[in-house]
């Protein structure tokens, strides 16, 4: 009989950079990415982790969720700059997470396209 594969288990991490009053349109903006990334790679969305200004410390929440639960597989950004703009710090964070064998992954925009992909002909083009 066939056993279908255990869903993989995922985090997710949103930041933004700096206090606004679109910040929440910000936010909610990486979170459907991120939510939208994790359905269409079928994983489980555990949790998400949030904060304001320089990365640190709901990030280091993070990896302590992942340490402490020990079943995260991935956590998902909307892109690799919500880590840091420092690329040798964006680098430690890959590596510090890989320890835990949490690999981070940058969320693909999928999108729906509800127009045809062949538009009609018209009246004069038949």
Not at 89 to 95: E, H, L, P, S
Request: charged residues 30%.
């Amino acid at each position: 009989m066939f056993e279908e594969p255990e869903q993989l288990r995922a985090i997710g991490y949103y930041r933004v950079a700096c206090v606004g009053q679109d910040s929440k349109k910000r936010v909610f903006a990486q979170e459907d990415k991120v939510a939208r990334h994790m359905a269409m790679q079928d994983l489980e969305y555990v949790k998400g982790f949030f904060e304001e200004g320089q990365p640190g410390s709901a990030l280091m929440d993070a990896y302590d969720y992942c340490e402490e639960q020990n079943d995260i597989t991935y956590l998902v950004v909307s892109d690799f700059t919500r880590l840091s703009r420092d690329l040798s710090v964006c680098k430690a964070w890959i590596a510090k997470f890989l320890e835990l064998g949490v690999e981070i992954v940058e969320a693909h925009d999928y999108k729906v396209n509800l127009l045809p992909s062949v538009p009609e002909k018209s009246k004069a083009q038949r």
